[in-house]
């Protein structure tokens, strides 16, 4: 199948500043772009690119004062297949593990590895079989423990307040899911990007970027979801990291304010 993806996201500044954004498509989509990406700034300035170090795409600008305007389209062909379940992969002992994966067993900004949630995670799920069916019993938990509610976002909320205040929006089920996955020692990172409701119900509010997160089992990562806990079809990743701090959508130096903000995904016939 063929999805298109577009974002527009508008900021005003009272002050020149310096902004970074990440929403190019994330390069490990490249293979299956059909529609190449056009990324549009307004008003028109220079615009360096560079990757970070968790090879995210990134784009820094020099803005004047007044409005800033990003946008980006594409398409992209997707199998149409719903998110793997690997049943039955190696979860690799933490010996085995490349460099690249440690880092995702570790605290981050929002996922106090360290915390009361470690004794915890491994009473409750500590007796279970290693690899799939640990990370499935995380995300039953945590879909059922905590109450989806976009009007509680907030962006200071840690996994350690996610799982005592149990509300949040999907970067808070994200938090916990990866935190409690981390303390079981199966590195989890972050995932940021499109999520269109294709397969599902389509849900009548306004659409926005997508959190889920990604497990390292069986030398591969794995896509899994705790705010849906179901597998879903075309999700398309613009960064990943180790938690919401990494990814980021925009970063302004300087005080500005949010004016628009519109993110579509939509399945399409042809590339005509």
């Known amino acids: 199948m063929l999805i298109k993806v577009d974002c527009e996201i508008g900021l005003s500044f009272p002050n020149p500043a310096t902004v970074i954004w990440m929403l190019y498509l ?22 360096s690119e560079f990757s970070d170090v968790y090879g995210n795409r990134c784009g820094r600008a020099f803005v004047p004062a007044g409005r800033l305007t990003l946008r980006n389209s594409a398409v992209l062909e997707d199998s149409g297949l719903p998110d793997p379940q690997p049943w039955g992969v190696r979860h690799h002992p933490v010996e085995e593990l490349p460099n690249e ?13 360290d915390s009361e949630l470690k004794d915890w995670a491994w009473a409750q799920f500590g007796q279970l079989a290693a690899g799939w069916p640990v990370v499935c019993a995380v995300n039953n938990f945590v879909h059922n423990h905590v109450r989806f509610d976009y009007m509680m976002a907030r962006a200071n909320r840690t996994a350690l307040d996610v799982y005592r205040e149990r509300v949040g929006v999907c970067r808070d089920f994200t938090h916990l899911a990866i935190t409690l996955l981390r303390c079981l020692n199966v590195p989890a990172r972050y995932c940021t990007g499109y999520l269109g409701d294709i397969g599902v119900p389509a849900d009548p509010a306004p659409m926005d970027f997508s959190a889920w997160f990604e ?4 030398g591969q990562w794995y896509a899994a979801d705790a705010r849906h806990n179901v597998p879903r079809i075309g999700r398309i990743p613009l960064a990943r990291g180790r ?10 130096f300087g005080v500005n304010r949010l004016e628009a903000f519109n993110i579509g995904t939509v399945e399409v016939a042809s590339l005509n």
């Open 215 to 218: 497990v390292y089992l069986g």
């Open 26 to 47: 994330h390069p490990s989509v490249w293979p299956a772009v059909r529609v190449h990406e056009r990324f549009e700034v307004e008003p028109a300035v220079q615009v």
């Open 243 to 252: 938690d919401a701090a990494d990814v980021a959508l925009t970063t302004a």
């Open 101 to 113: 994966a440690i880092q995702f067993l570790l605290a981050s900004r929002y996922c106090e590895v």
